[in-house]
């Protein structure tokens, strides 16, 4: 057994509680952002606060690391990051939490996410999938499948929409740790210069799309979402992923997302009233043993 005092078994250690605390953040945002919406807040409201607040905390590193080169990164790079986890992939987040109900997204996000890293890993890495990781997601999948098709029968309107929102989160959000690995690319550098641009891009983007309603939403939510969408779930949430991953690798950070559909469903319940019904249970519950199967495999 490896002893504590081993550096490198602290760091992988280190490298699991960071995952922890970013599914756990991941997890209850759903629920909390879905709650802004329902509560007077746009989603345009949401991106302004979620990048203006984290492009302005993280301006000072960008401009330290280098503007020249996008702090060392490349522009190219750069602008690819930004896509799967800036303005674009959080847009479709923030539009999906408006039209389908937070449990939707806490399980298809992730559930894509983990679909993604282990075919990813696959065809860059060479990580062949075992028995156990195709079996889970093929249950992952089915229970994908199911939820999509719980959203046609909903009462609520454009379900559907909204969790095909949360597909193409999932896509995006997949395939940022991969890029982050497969570049050697440093996670804070990387959310620093994404958190940036994509609060130079939210501000045309939010009045050339209508606005919001911010000028005229409480002080208290404002700071609540503020904090919230960008220091929780950008400065510090996407910072602890990319640390976490890039320590001990994308096989085994994959073993943490079945987390955040747990999280995410319960939460949902106290804050927003939101049970979901039989077949959305059964669609979670699929997807849950399905991520659980793909953690029995070896990292």
């Given at each position: 057994m490896t002893p504590p005092s081993d550096p490198a078994a602290r760091n992988t250690h280190l490298a699991y509680l960071a995952m922890i605390g970013a599914v756990l953040i991941f997890g209850a945002n759903f629920a909390i952002s879905r709650h802004g919406l329902q509560?007077?807040?746009?989603?345009?409201?949401?991106?302004?606060?979620?990048?203006?607040?984290?492009?302005?905390?993280?301006?000072?590193?960008?401009?330290?690391?280098?503007?020249?080169?996008?702090?060392?990164?490349?522009?190219?790079?750069?602008?690819?990051?930004?896509?799967?986890?800036?303005?674009?992939?959080?847009?479709?987040?923030?539009?999906?939490?408006?039209?389908?109900?937070?449990?939707?997204?806490a399980t298809i996000a992730p559930g894509t996410v983990t679909t993604i890293g282990a075919l990813g890993g696959w065809l860059l890495f060479g990580a062949k999938p075992t028995r156990?990781?195709?079996?889970g997601i093929a249950i992952v999948l089915c229970g994908l499948a199911l939820i999509g098709f719980s959203g046609t029968k909903s009462p609520l309107p454009h379900t559907t929409f909204g969790d095909l929102c949360f597909l193409g989160v999932g896509l995006f959000w997949?395939?940022?740790?991969?890029?982050?690995?497969?570049?050697?690319?440093?996670g804070l550098l990387a959310v620093a210069l994404l958190s940036v641009l994509s609060a130079v891009l939210v501000i045309p983007v939010y009045f050339l799309t209508g606005g919001g309603t911010i000028a005229t939403a409480p002080l208290s939510a404002i700071l609540i979402h503020g904090i919230n969408q960008g220091i929780l779930n950008v400065v510090i949430g996407l910072w602890l992923w990319a640390y976490a991953v890039k320590t001990v690798g994308v096989s085994s950070a994959g073993r943490f997302p079945p987390l955040i559909p747990v999280i995410g469903t319960i939460c949902a319940i106290p804050l927003l009233g939101e049970w979901p019904v039989p077949l959305q249970w059964a669609g979670v519950g699929l997807i849950c043993t399905g991520l659980f199967i793909t953690t029995l495999r070896k990292a």
């Open positions: 509560n007077g807040l746009t989603p345009n409201d949401m991106l302004l606060l979620r990048f203006l607040v984290a492009g302005i905390v993280l301006l000072p590193l960008v401009l330290k690391a280098g503007l020249k080169d996008a702090c060392g990164i490349g522009w190219g790079r750069g602008l690819v990051l930004t896509v799967m986890s800036g303005l674009p992939m959080s847009t479709f987040m923030m539009v999906g939490l408006k039209y389908a109900p937070a449990a939707h997204g156990a990781l195709a079996i997949g395939g940022y740790p991969l890029l982050l690995q497969l570049w050697k690319i440093d």
